[in-house]
């Protein structure tokens, strides 16, 4: 873009940017006489995209040249302007963590709350990184793909936060948990640019610029963590880094390349939408494409499909051979280029081309939301088939379960292959803190993207949920070895178990590993309760409905049903078209979980749904059905969306499809509720509190919950056999980790009010702490120590459920 300087409002005779380099270069905009008094200097675009300055020198001096090259400018910028480049003092830290997204706040957070003074690094005005305010990805994770599998944990918590308050992104939720910490100390705007070394394998401190004032500050610590992304710490300390793909004979990957090579995936333009925001202005607007963008002439294909015109995609990508990591200018504009070469095919080819007449951009983020660059070596380094076999590591310390999501190398040129280079779905698999330490750095930790992961491996745990949690556990590690004054490696072979405790005790999960705190007074509580729940219902409240699906095929529902009257279905539907819609729902029933073969319907129903809108549609049935299991399925009605929802009663799943080639599709599920309410026998024993599990998980549900027919209060007793001292009590309550990302502002199955009591000596009980309107699943309580052989937690309300629900019950003396 070009632009020209005013001076006092007349231009220059001299034309800016468009010098011929792509590098940032000096431009002589020749002599000018100044009138005496004030002077308004001003910069005029010509372009009306991307022209940009970084500064104006004005000098009395005819034989005066700026100098060029990085180094040399900021040293000419500081004497110009009065700044010295004397570092300031930041400090001293116990553990330093560089990166404000959201591996970086968990880690911090975590090293503070493990008593570590902290200090977190971000050089942004925001925390967050992707998730922020700025760029607002999702955290995402294994429960897009995996039922009950949201992650746990810093991450849950920061979710909450969100929900809670209602934060469209993760900032300010990340922000006040920062701020609520003692020993964490934030700085933003702080870019770190180099480390210095105590000697070949020690970092010593951080050197950070401030990007508002140039100030250098450097930061002394005794242990770092680098959840930069890019894995610059890292880089600044010669530690051992790999970028791009590996070829598929080194650890056997099927999906890698025959060859190794540099290329790492695209990020995508994100902040207040993906790529672009486009706006209807009433009239026929005509879209030129700028010489700089390059012609698109194919996009639709598998993986792609353009569904409206007012915003981009994810997969609006750069071909891979840009270098993200050194070029990260260029890598964002060509995605800015990109984004107007979609809006021309869009305006111009595509088959909305009429629907986006009236259209015009208004709107282009300036974030790179990177999915790739450097990545750093570990111990070990996590590949494809780990992923793939769900193996359960010995020194595991968090888990993944999003698919092998890798995009193509060509990005959004990749024309008829698509937008995928690999999607496959995998298990739940886990994570080794191998990964998150560096190989020949004794002092680093990482975690984020920049982890010792292969490039397709990555694919898997690269979303930030399942990051969140590696950097919960790196932060947790690095404060652990403050206290046995050790090194990461130090933990890995003498401390593994400790650390994994000390992150299940911190509300993080970890498959197959359950509680065994030697300090927790519950573990051998004998555990009784003022009622039991000992079914699942399964009612209209509990549908949290999420995507729909085009009834372009049929479409249906599998799900338990004890023997027993069903009087109605009811579905979550959505008619776009302009007409009324008849709606034909065919019932059928199974003996085994699964089996959707039967071919004859026990029952069948229409309804007929009004134009534009959408409503439960209610299916009338009036029939005792034999169980142990139904199904029903709607024909395919075009225009007709009928809603997903983000859980289901065990057992159940969708299917799609035709009659003897239905398509199954797991761990997904179609809007729906039964009247009566659906009812699976379940169990619900007040000594699942303590049975080292805090969550739904393989299938149990590991919950106490109250008998739901009972009013409020309901109560939970904890009998320690024999009076100890305690002053601490962990809760964990239920905030359904079904959805991908929780949205109510108080889950209704979480528990809102209770008190924490103890036995009066004359007789009744005492309380000695109390919440009112909680909306987390993880509580803390600290109190005077007292000296008991019982506990009771009451709880007298929810926000929603008939049921009180708790997960687990952890009694300390700290």
Known sequence: GTFQILVNGRPLGKTFGSAPTSEWTWEDGGRVQLPAGKVKLSIHDLTGYYGRCDALVLTTDQGYRPPAGREAVCVERARLTGLT????????????VVGGGPTGCPAAIAAARMGAKTALIQNRPVLGGNASDECGVPLNGAASHHRDARETGIAEETARFRAHYGYRKYS????????????????????????????DKTIRAIKAVDTLTGAITVYRGKFMIDTTGDGWVGYFAKAEYRLGRESKHEFNESLAPEKADKLTMSGCLMGNGISFRASNVGKEVPFVRPPWAREIDLIESPGRAIKNVTSGNWWIEHPNDIDDVFQAEEARDELIKISFSYFDFVKNKSKLKEQARNYVMNHIPHMDAKRESR?????????????????????????GGWPMDV?????????????????????????????IYSKNIDNLFFAGRCASVTHIALGSIRVESTLATLGQAAGTAAAMCIQHKTTPRGIYQNYIGQLQQTLLKNDQTIPGIVNEDTSDMARGATVTASSTADMIEFRKLNVKSGDKHELAMARGMFFPW????????????????????????????AAKAGDVTATEDLAASETTMNPKGTKWMEFEIARDLPGPFAWFWIEKSEGVNWSLMTAAPPQSFRFYGAEKAWTIVDNQFYAFYTKPALCVPASFSPSFVVNGTARKWDGKTNMWASDPRQEMPQWLELGLGRAQTFNSVYLTFDTNLAPRLPSEACP??????????VPRPGGGWRTVAETKGNFLRRRIHRFKPVTAQKMRVKVLGTNGVKEARVFEVRIYNE
């Open 85 to 96: 480049l004397d570092p300031l003092d930041g400090g001293e830290f116990d553990v330093i």
């Open 172 to 199: 300010t939720p990340f922000q006040m948990l920062c701020d609520a910490e003692p020993n964490l100390s934030v700085f933003l705007n702080k870019h770190a640019f180099d480390v210095e070394m105590a000697d």
């Open 375 to 399: 990545r750093l070596v570990g111990d070990y380094i996590l590949n494809q088939n780990d992923c793939e076999a769900g193996d359960l590591f010995p020194d595991r310390i968090s888990y």
């Open 407 to 435: 995009h193509h190398p060509e990005g959004i040129f990749s024309g008829k292959e698509g937008s995928f280079w690999c999607n496959g779905l995998v298990p739940i698999h886990t994570i080794p803190y191998r990964c």
């Open 562 to 589: 004890p023997a027993g009257r069903l009087d109605s279905l009811h579905v979550l539907l959505t008619n776009t078209t302009a007409e009324p819609r008849t709606i034909k729902m065919h019932l059928r029933t």
């Open 748 to 757: 209704p199955e979480a528990v809102r009010d209770y008190q924490i009591q």
